[in-house]
């Protein structure tokens, strides 16, 4: 049996940045530390760090005046500042400089008066942080079938141009098409910045290539990870099979392993510490024993 494990699988730079500098702080002893929403899409870090101390909410109104706050890789919203600043929380602003990049070219745009189309999943944490930056003139796509009634807020606007950005983790061929797809309906300036981020692009492009080739496509990474996901559905467009799994414990690892597969591919999401792939790799090797 052979194993390729993709050289892109694992953390992005953002997330390592956010969990480095998230165990920095337990390191230090910081007291009342919270995080707000999960630190990054993979439960044994997030069990990590609640272990040793840190407290996860989903909404600011949760913490209490002058505790110490994470703000991780995905960004928040800019009113999030402002009631930050009224409740005297200090910020460990571990916003992704990428992430942070889409905010300004949001900022930009909205500031120049352009209707901002902002190609992303519409539940994602990093979305709602980004279309907080967008300003009322802007609209989510998700997908094709909702371009025309982006379109029709547009004219509705009575604005005349359109920037288009998007969210760091989408899938870059499906960005590509609704943006075709803009463009041919409309006749106007329109601006676009491609904010896929590149760690985001190389992982896509390297599983599209490697879930070619192998027999069985393995991706490692929380289930709440839209780029794990996004990296699994590449995987089940190429090789029949392929699944997703949190980690080695997932039961449909050791049922999927019973085939004997001659070549299997692993790939992993930017979410996903590198213990959780040695894991899964020692887990197959045990198994073919
Ligand atoms: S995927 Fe890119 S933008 Fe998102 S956290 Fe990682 S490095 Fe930053």
């Known amino acids: 049996m052979e194993l390729i494990i993709g050289k892109t699988a694992g953390f992005c730079f953002g997330v390592r940045n956010a969990v480095d500098k998230t165990y920095e702080e337990i390191n230090k002893n910081t007291k ?5 929403g999960e630190l990054v899409h993979n439960e044994k870090i997030v069990e990590d760090i609640t272990k040793k101390g840190v407290i996860t909410v989903e909404d600011i109104s949760d913490i ?15 009113n999030i500042y402002d009631i930050a600043k009224e409740k005297n929380l200090k910020l460990i602003d571990l916003t992704c400089p990428k ?10 745009f909205s500031n120049d008066g352009y209707y901002i189309m902002l190609i992303a999943e ?16 802007s609209t989510i796509i998700e997908s094709i079938e909702d371009v025309e009634s982006a ?13 288009i950005i998007a969210q760091t983790t989408f899938s870059v061929e499906k960005f590509n098409k609704i943006v075709e797809n803009i463009k041919s309906r409309v006749n106007c300036k329109i ?3 491609n904010t896929i981020c590149n760690a985001t692009e190389m992982r896509q492009a390297e599983t599209e290539e490697l879930s070619k080739k192998v027999d069985l496509m393995i991706v490692i990474g929380g289930k ?5 996901k996004r990296l699994y559905d590449i995987s089940a467009k190429n090789c029949e099979n392929a699944i997703l799994i949190q980690s080695n414990a997932d039961l449909a690892l050791k049922e999927v392993l019973e085939n004997n597969f ?26 073919k024993n």
């Open 151 to 163: 379109i029709k807020n547009f004219k509705e606007s009575n604005l005349t141009k359109i920037g």
């Open 191 to 193: 601006e676009v910045k």
């Open 122 to 137: 519409r539940k994602h944490p990093e979305t709602i942080g980004t279309k907080g930056f967008c300003g009322k003139n």
């Open 99 to 108: 992430v942070a990049k889409v905010h300004e070219f949001a900022k930009a």
């Open 64 to 78: 209490p005046n002058n505790s110490n706050v994470i703000i991780r890789a995905h960004g928040v919203e800019p």
């Open 32 to 36: 009342d530390l919270y995080c707000l």
């Open 224 to 228: 709440n990870s839209a780029n794990t």
């Open 262 to 287: 001659e070549k299997i591919g692993i790939m992993a999401g930017a979410s996903t510490p590198k213990y959780c792939i040695d894991e899964v790799v020692g887990y197959i090797n045990n198994f």
